[in-house]
């Protein structure tokens, strides 16, 4: 079973307009951090937001929340007032303890693209 | 920015051959880590370490191998490279094991095996 799970592929939003990539993960470890970075189309892998499994408010950067249900497994996030230069792949990872080396586990990714 | 680079950023090489990865960071950090990106799985973990001389193996590790000699320093080497190891390569260093700590990466390494 996957461990992240993006379900969009791709998603398409209009300049202003905030819009919510989809992350579903799946863990028995009771700690554990949810992490979202942003590949744009030159290709580094630029980290956005985290949160921890024990943290009881959404974690918020600027633009960039995290829409944390744990009791539904999902690690949302929220982008509001999209820009152009939002256009990237979008990947949702998790760290848990018992990974080794405590190493990221990836989705898949979500394409976002955003439109003038 | 994390002072992470790698090297090279590019590579062409041919079936057979050997070819070693480099990352070179600057923030002292103890974790580092190799993955792979591939369309449709987004990265993957090959090797890590968790200090000098300490490795141990990720996901998908067959055909590889890692030394980390040196803090900064950390090698990735195909022995002999395949097709199916054309990829993006891309390094990473964490401060910290702590499933809260941010791992912070490297540009990428761009490797086509003919």
């Known amino acids: 079973a996957q461990k992240i799970t993006q379900t969009q592929p791709g998603m398409f939003v209009q300049e202003k307009e905030a819009v919510t990539l989809d992350c579903t993960y799946d863990t028995s470890d009771p700690s554990y951090g949810l992490f979202w970075y942003k590949q744009p189309s030159s290709g580094e892998m630029i980290f956005l937001i985290y949160?921890?499994?024990?943290?009881?408010q959404n974690a918020t950067e600027g633009r960039y929340s995290l829409n944390f249900q744990k009791a539904r497994k999902s690690a949302n996030l929220v982008i509001s007032a999209s820009q152009l230069g939002d256009s990237a792949m979008y990947f949702c990872?998790?760290?848990?303890?018992?990974?080794?080396?405590?190493?990221?586990?990836f989705g898949k990714g979500t394409t976002l693209s955003v439109s003038s | 920015d994390a002072g992470i680079t790698q090297s090279p950023r590019h590579k062409v090489t041919e079936t057979g051959t050997p070819v070693t990865l480099r990352c070179h960071q600057t923030?002292?950090?103890?974790?580092m880590y190799w993955y792979r990106q591939d369309p449709g799985h987004g990265l993957r973990l090959i090797h890590y370490s968790y200090g000098v001389k300490d490795t141990d193996k990720g996901e998908v590790s067959d055909g590889y191998s890692v030394s980390r000699s040196k803090t900064e320093d950390f090698l990735l080497t195909l022995e002999s490279a395949t097709s199916s190891q054309t990829s993006v390569y891309f390094c990473?260093?964490?401060?910290?094991?702590?499933?809260?700590?941010?791992?912070?990466f490297g540009p990428g390494t761009r490797l086509t095996v003919l």
């Open positions: 990872a998790m760290r848990e303890l018992n990974q080794a080396g405590t190493a990221l586990i």
């Open positions: 923030e002292n950090h103890r974790y």
């Open positions: 990473a260093i964490s401060e910290r094991p702590d499933p809260l700590n941010e791992q912070f």
């Open positions: 949160q921890g499994s024990y943290d009881q």
